[in-house]
């Protein structure tokens, strides 16, 4: 019973946070999803290139 009524403060805590608080986390989550999507992108160009190599040998 305890451990609810503590999880229950720690909910409307998180709900009373201003709407600053939510952009200064989501800025650095779209920064790293936004490398890791670039990373993947160039990966599977890397592939296509390879491919085309080993089938001219």
């Known amino acids: 019973m305890m451990l ?3 999880l ?3 909910q409307q805590s998180a709900t009373l946070a201003d709407a600053s608080d939510t952009h200064k986390f989501f800025v ?7 490398i890791f999507i670039g990373i ?3 990966m599977i160009s890397l592939d296509r290139k390879i ?4 089938e001219r040998k």
């Open 4 to 6: 609810l009524n503590i």
């Open 8 to 10: 229950l403060q720690m």
């Open 28 to 34: 650095p989550v779209m920064v790293i999803a936004v």
């Open 40 to 42: 993947v992108v160039y």
């Open 51 to 54: 491919k085309k190599l080993e």
